[in-house]
């Protein structure tokens, strides 16, 4: 006997936010927008590059690991997280 699983092709995966890329100009639904790759690496995701992120709401500049920004808040006017620094960012020394 044998059991075979169906999976519909096109279906499985389908509505998983794929974001392990993030193409610089993309809005979250938070608002928060996709400057630039920041050309580091993160401290507790291996592999994930950072990216600068711009609150449209407050102007607010951070940086965020590119498969936590489709659902970022901003950390100063939304209650998200502190980001992380991004060194070539202006407001760096804010950090
Ligand atoms: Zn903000």
């Not at 509505?15 to 193409?23: H, I």
């Not at 592999?47 to 950390?75: D, F, M, T, W």
Request: charged letters at 20%.
């Amino acid at each position: 006997m044998q059991l075979k699983r169906y999976i519909a092709p096109g279906r499985a995966g389908r509505q998983a936010v794929r974001a392990a890329t993030v193409e610089p100009g993309t809005v979250n639904h938070h608002g928060q927008l996709v400057v630039r790759r920041a050309g580091r690496a993160t401290d507790d995701l291996p592999g994930q590059s950072v990216y600068l992120l711009h609150c449209n709401r407050c102007g607010h500049e951070y940086g965020e690991a590119g498969i936590r920004v489709h659902n970022r808040k901003c950390p100063q006017c939304s209650g998200g997280t502190p980001g992380i620094a991004v060194p070539d960012a202006p407001q760096a020394s804010l950090f």
